[in-house]
């Protein structure tokens, strides 16, 4: 009932920059959290930043210097600007909707980080 498309990702050099989204569509419930995990290879899922309907974030120590979260409510959409990209920071990003209704992901978007 919920889909999410999650443009945004690449590849780009350390110290680079990406501003992967994600869009939710379908039955949306009033207050939800969106977010970005990553998962990197050989590691488990990680959350990266989420944000609230009311605009409460919460961001991993890895990122919350580099890394800004935005939602926009009336589209539905997450918006994460990824700065200073480091080379850990090589992985897949999903996106995931939490509410009342259950969880619901992504397909995810490839970050790759070269030195």
């Known amino acids: 009932q919920v889909h999410l498309v999650e443009p945004g990702g690449g590849l780009v050099q350390v110290g680079g920059s990406l501003s992967p989204t994600c869009a939710a569509s379908g039955t949306i419930p009033r207050f939800n959290t969106m977010g970005w995990y990553c998962q990197a290879p050989g590691k488990q899922r990680e959350l990266v930043a989420t944000n609230t309907t009311g605009g409460t974030t919460n961001y991993a120590d890895s990122v919350k210097d580099r890394f800004t979260i935005v939602r926009d409510n009336a589209k539905n959409t997450v918006y994460q600007q990824m700065n200073s990209l480091k080379l850990e920071d090589t992985a897949v990003y999903c996106c995931?909707?939490?509410?009342?209704?259950?969880?619901?992901w992504g397909q995810g978007t490839q970050v790759t980080v070269s030195s």
């Open positions: 995931k909707l939490g509410s009342f209704r259950g969880d619901y």
